[in-house]
């Protein structure tokens, strides 16, 4: 009999309104699917209104009605606060799944910013989108700055406090972060909540609280684009356990629910390359930047181009990225992290450090100590990258995380600074953390834990 995934289990078991037959007379029961007690179904543009104003993923189609609505209503109600705020958190939401980032989050801004002007005083609806758009930018400070105003405009709406938690894990402050989720929980649940449950755990080291809470969200999700979301991210951390063939399942649910969902796309390409099908996994990189070309996923195609010794190809895909970033930067965002790990290992290291201390001193998660740390030691500078390296492996440092690319960043360091015992930990780690954390440099972390050896064995006691 074929093991059901886990995510499918909490479907069947935790949502029985609505169920479809399945070969074996199995239920697989959807929430608020079915014939028998289906509640009211509200207008696509009414769904999509419910679900940016608390944060939750929404069609394309459904985000495009509530646009049209809107501008409707803002052109007839031009001081319309509350219209203005939603309709910026509508381009907002556009801007995150297409590739219309540098024409939509500057309209998302103007409309936010407009209904800070119609209503400036208690505006905790566009103070928090701004926060939102802050954090889409990756502009952590600003995020921080724009939540905090959101709070103390409104104390208990429970959505700011999802946006506080992003922009302290942003700037390195798992402490605050977690002090948010603890706030967020006691004044909401649900699946959001449970999804931001899952990104906190999971950066603290507690895979499994992750998992289980992911597989929660999934389940109650109110749309099937809500539920790609959370499935696509639970295929993310099945991706970091070095699960593939369980991430490609998520990711292959996940576009199933909503063909629109390019990060599921690309996870199936990441999936699909480790599983050694690769021009299947060429194919489904190939689809998800043409629909939203991502500086992430041209970094992704372009490492496997060359991993499989495509140099042209994967030479084109770098371009693509640079190419990428600048666009983005047209509507404010922030693209350092990306293209400093770009230059470290495919272009000018030197170039990539600069960039990359510059991010860290303005905003120093985790994800970029890394990167700092492995650019200088691309640039032959490992005395210095020890420490950042460390850092961001260390659970008192917030480097809870179990990551293999990380692991194996500390171990290279390691072992060209002579420290060849931890070296041969640390690479031993990153590979049974995830065996195929990259196309590229997984071959070279097994090559360089073979070449190490074993670790030696104790000298022979006197007795």
């Known amino acids: 009999m074929e093991k059901v995934p886990w995510f499918r289990r909490r479907l069947i078991v935790g949502s029985l309104v609505g169920c479809l037959a399945l070969g074996?007379?199995?239920?697989?029961?959807?929430?608020?699917?079915?014939?028998?007690?289906?509640?009211?179904?509200?207008?696509?543009?009414?769904?999509?209104?419910?679900?940016?104003?608390?944060g939750t993923p929404a069609a394309l189609a459904d985000l495009a009605e509530l646009v049209a609505e809107r501008e409707s209503r803002v052109r007839a109600h031009p001081k319309d606060a509350r219209s203005w705020a939603v309709l910026g958190a509508a381009y907002l939401e556009q801007g995150r799944r297409t590739a219309a980032v540098a024409a939509l989050y500057p309209k998302a801004e103007r409309a936010l910013r407009t209904s800070l002007k119609a209503r400036p005083k208690n505006n905790a609806d566009a103070l928090g989108g701004l926060?939102?758009?802050?954090?889409?930018?990756?502009?952590?400070?600003?995020?921080?700055?724009?939540?905090?105003?959101?709070?103390?405009?409104?104390?208990?709406?429970?959505?700011?406090?999802?946006?506080?938690?992003?922009?302290?894990?942003?700037?390195?402050?798992?402490?605050?972060?977690?002090k948010a989720l603890d706030r967020l929980t006691a004044l909401h649940s649900g699946p959001v909540v449970r999804a931001r449950a899952a990104g906190v755990y999971w950066d603290r080291g507690r895979r499994e609280d992750a998992q289980a809470a992911l597989a929660d969200a999934a389940a109650g999700a109110g749309s099937p684009a809500e539920q790609a979301a959370w499935l696509e991210r639970g295929g993310q951390l099945a991706w970091e356990r070095g699960e593939r063939e369980s991430a490609l399942r998520h990711f292959q649910e996940a576009v199933r629910l909503d063909?629109?969902?390019?990060?599921?796309?690309?996870?199936?390409?990441?999936?699909?390359?480790?599983?050694?099908?690769?021009?299947?996994?060429?194919?489904?990189?190939?689809?998800?930047?043409?629909?939203?070309?991502?500086?992430?996923?041209?970094?992704?195609?372009?490492?496997?181009?060359?991993?499989?010794?495509?140099?042209?190809?994967?030479?084109?895909?770098?371009?693509?990225?640079?190419?990428?970033?600048?666009?983005?930067?047209?509507?404010?965002?922030?693209?350092?992290?990306?293209?400093?790990?770009?230059?470290?290992?495919?272009?000018?290291?030197?170039?990539?450090?600069?960039?990359?201390?510059?991010?860290?001193?303005?905003?120093?998660?985790?994800?970029v100590t890394d990167a700092l740390g492995w650019a200088l030691h691309r640039a032959g500078q490992d005395e210095e990258a020890l420490p950042f390296a460390a850092i961001a492996t260390d659970r008192v440092h917030g480097g809870a995380m179990r990551s293999a690319p990380y692991v194996y960043h500390l171990a290279m360091i390691?072992?060209?600074?002579?420290?060849?015992?931890?070296?041969?930990?640390?690479?031993?780690?990153?590979?049974?953390?995830?065996?195929?954390?990259?196309?590229?440099?997984?071959?070279?972390?097994?090559a360089a834990a073979a070449q190490l050896g074993d670790e030696p064995a104790p000298a022979d006691l006197p007795d």
Not at 435 to 444: A, C, M, N, R
């Open 259 to 367: 063909p629109d969902m390019r990060a599921a796309q690309a996870g199936q390409g990441r999936a699909l390359a480790a599983l050694g099908r690769t021009s299947e996994a060429l194919s489904a990189y190939r689809t998800a930047l043409g629909k939203q070309p991502s500086p992430q996923y041209a970094l992704e195609l372009g490492e496997l181009y060359e991993s499989l010794g495509l140099a042209q190809a994967a030479r084109v895909s770098y371009d693509q990225v640079r190419a990428l970033v600048r666009q983005e930067a047209a509507g404010g965002v922030d693209g350092e992290l990306v293209l400093g790990r770009l230059e470290a290992d495919h272009g000018d290291a030197a170039l990539a450090v600069r960039r990359l201390r510059a991010e860290w001193h303005r905003q120093p998660a985790i994800a």
């Open 24 to 54: 074996g007379g199995v239920l697989w029961c959807l929430p608020g699917e079915g014939p028998a007690g289906r509640a009211p179904v509200a207008a696509p543009g009414a769904q999509a209104g419910s679900a940016v104003r608390a």
């Open 131 to 178: 926060a939102a758009l802050a954090n889409a930018r990756r502009d952590f400070p600003a995020a921080l700055a724009w939540g905090e105003a959101a709070r103390k405009a409104a104390p208990r709406r429970w959505t700011t406090y999802a946006q506080l938690i992003d922009a302290y894990t942003g700037l390195g402050d798992y402490k605050k972060a977690g």
């Open 414 to 446: 390691e072992r060209k600074l002579g420290r060849e015992e931890p070296a041969r930990r640390h690479l031993r780690e990153a590979l049974q953390i995830n065996p195929y954390f990259s196309p590229l440099l997984g071959p070279v972390a097994r």
